[in-house]
């Protein structure tokens, strides 16, 4: 009879290699991760001067696009002419309906 094809072995790393590697990668994860998941200021608070500051600039955040928007659609609204978007349409006079018939 004619003998199989042996296929090569595969190289797998031992155990405690294994848990080497999956400890490196394990530590650089954690080393690039790190930095970008804490959140801002997470070490801990601002100085007592910036509370302040940072309050102001934080509704400076907040209220500059919805007012950027809002003067938009205003001004789309005044000066351009478009038509204010309605959601609901009213229903059909019935009364109006009914002189027609």
């Known amino acids: 009879m004619a003998e199989e094809p042996r296929l090569p072995k595969r190289h797998t790393p031992s155990a405690p290699k294994q848990t080497l590697m999956a400890d490196r990668l394990r530590k650089a994860n954690a080393a690039a991760v790190g930095s970008i998941s804490e959140r801002a200021g ?26 950027i928007v809002t003067s938009w659609v ?19 006079d019935t009364a109006a309906s009914k002189e027609n018939e």
Do not use: F, M, Q, S
């Not at 205003?74 to 059909?92: A, F, I, N, Q, S």
């Open 42 to 67: 997470a070490h801990g608070k601002l100085p007592a001067g910036y509370a302040g500051t940072a309050r102001k600039i934080t509704y400076v955040i907040v209220a500059l696009p919805i007012a």
């Open 74 to 92: 205003l001004y789309d609204r005044l000066v351009l002419g478009t038509e204010r978007k309605v959601l609901v349409r009213p229903p059909p």
